[in-house]
T-cell receptor, first 114, second 116 residues
């Protein structure tokens, strides 16, 4: 079974600074997908970024980028120019293949401080 | 494009009472998921539908939980009777098989259930 580990329960960052959230996972699969979701207090789980394991290039979405290290089974999220609206729980998630359930980590609570 | 819709947003009930949650997925999405999120945890799958067929319900406590997806669109998740330990957020998600976004799952706002 796949597992996802987020070792940082809480983090904080100053507005406009850069922060990196860590995620490691365990799987015997070769092809899979990795995701970062953001969950603000409204509880809506919002997709931040996704990465296909067969792609060597790290995914980027505006201020959000990932560092995907397949051999190390590591998938960290970097948020540049942090904004107050980035304050939320961030979940790392693994999906074995299309149309299968997501396996989530326990989340990292990020606070952006003015 | 409208997102995943869930209702109600909040529900407070006494233990042993029944409760039902409703989900309307993104139009055209053929796969629907129900997840349960306990406080301080990530969501965990309860059941997955492909069209109207439940293809993964191994984590659904079948003695008290039931679900249906009529006509492969809307879905209802029911608990009868509810127990204190059922207090959680119930999330619905949908995805499109073979979609260009790699079957990315999109979530609704969730229902927060409190059992007293």
């Amino acid at each position: 079974a796949q597992t996802v580990t987020q070792s940082q329960p809480e983090m904080s960052v100053q507005e406009a600074e850069t922060v990196t959230l860590s995620c490691t996972y365990d799987t015997s699969e070769n092809n899979y997908y990795l995701f970062w979701y953001k969950q603000p207090p409204s509880r809506q789980m919002i997709l931040v970024i996704r990465q296909e394991a067969y792609k060597q290039q790290n995914a980027t979405e505006n201020r959000f980028s990932v560092n995907f290290q397949k051999a190390a089974k590591s998938f960290s999220l970097k948020i540049s120019d942090s904004q107050l609206g980035d304050t939320a729980m961030y979940f790392c998630a693994f999906m074995k293949s299309g149309n299968t359930p997501l396996v989530f980590g326990k989340g990292t609570r990020l606070s952006v401080i003015a | 494009e409208a997102g995943v819709v869930q209702s109600p947003r909040y529900k407070i009930i006494e233990k042993k009472q029944p409760v039902a949650f409703w989900c309307n997925p993104i139009s055209g999405h053929n796969t629907l998921y129900w997840y349960r999120q306990n406080l301080g945890q990530g969501p965990e799958l309860l059941i997955r539908y492909e069209n109207e067929e439940a293809v993964d319900d191994s984590q659904l406590p079948k003695d008290r939980f039931s679900a249906e997806r009529l006509k492969g669109v809307d879905s209802t998740l029911k608990i009868q009777p509810a127990e204190l330990g059922d207090s959680a957020v119930y999330l619905c998600a949908s995805s499109l098989v073979g979609g260009g976004r790699g079957d990315t799952q999109y979530f609704g706002p969730g229902t927060r259930l409190t059992v007293l």
